[in-house]
């Protein structure tokens, strides 16, 4: 039995999918209406929730991710290496020994990757003898980079490594019990619902 084929629906919901990563968003672009798109759409992208009559859609969105990963050469595991080699980069390798930054060209390439802006003023000064020229008294550099605790952050989300959870789906039936504490003034009081 061959694959159902993608309407031209599922088509823009796929394509949306492969750059926003947002079953919701991208269903509204597909023209899906907004219950739609808020109540099914996460199940078209999910293995345990993908009803039978979008399986297609499914396995077409994991076509077109694994072709893009083969494409770009960039995948789950090299995004976790990227950010890994940011997170372990030291400081050290771009100043020499008396703490000024070495060449730009002599830092490795992980620190080069990781510059978000740079900033440079040269200053000059006018000499004595002849105002027209101008001295090169040197140059002031700020040098900007990426988030550390960025980088731990997006580690963390990694799907990989999960060590923070932002949201969770679920289906089924369930029977949720949740409690909280409040604290006034030292006296404390407990409610459930």
């Known amino acids: 039995m061959s694959e159902k084929e993608l309407n031209d629906q599922e088509s823009v919901f796929v394509d949306s999918y492969l750059k926003t990563l947002?079953?919701?968003?991208?269903?509204?672009?597909?023209?899906?209406?907004?219950?739609?798109?808020?109540?099914?759409?996460?199940?078209?992208?999910?293995?345990?929730?993908?009803?039978?009559?979008?399986?297609?859609?499914?396995?077409?969105?994991?076509?077109?991710?694994?072709?893009?990963?083969?494409?770009?050469k960039i995948d789950s595991d090299w995004v976790l290496q990227e950010l890994r080699d940011i997170w372990n980069a030291d400081i050290c390798d771009i100043f020499d020994d008396n703490l000024n930054f070495k060449p730009i060209l002599e830092w490795p390439l992980i620190w080069r990757k990781m510059i978000n802006g740079i900033d440079v003023h040269q200053?000059?000064?006018?000499?004595?003898?002849?105002?027209?020229?101008?001295?090169?008294?040197?140059?002031?550099?700020?040098?900007?980079?990426?988030?550390?605790?960025?980088?731990?952050?997006?580690?963390?989300?990694?799907?990989?490594?999960?060590?923070?959870?932002?949201?969770?789906?679920?289906t089924g039936d369930f029977d949720i019990t949740w409690g909280f504490e409040v604290v006034d003034n030292g006296n404390d009081s407990k409610a459930e619902n």
């Open 22 to 72: 947002s079953p919701y968003d991208s269903a509204l672009e597909a023209k899906y209406s907004e219950s739609v798109a808020r109540s099914k759409a996460w199940s078209w992208v999910s293995e345990k929730g993908c009803p039978d009559n979008k399986i297609h859609v499914l396995n077409a969105v994991k076509k077109a991710m694994d072709e893009r990963s083969e494409r770009t």
């Open 123 to 170: 200053l000059k000064s006018k000499k004595l003898e002849n105002d027209e020229d101008l001295a090169d008294l040197g140059s002031i550099v700020k040098t900007k980079f990426v988030d550390k605790m960025k980088t731990m952050e997006l580690i963390g989300k990694h799907i990989n490594v999960s060590a923070f959870r932002e949201s969770m789906h679920a």
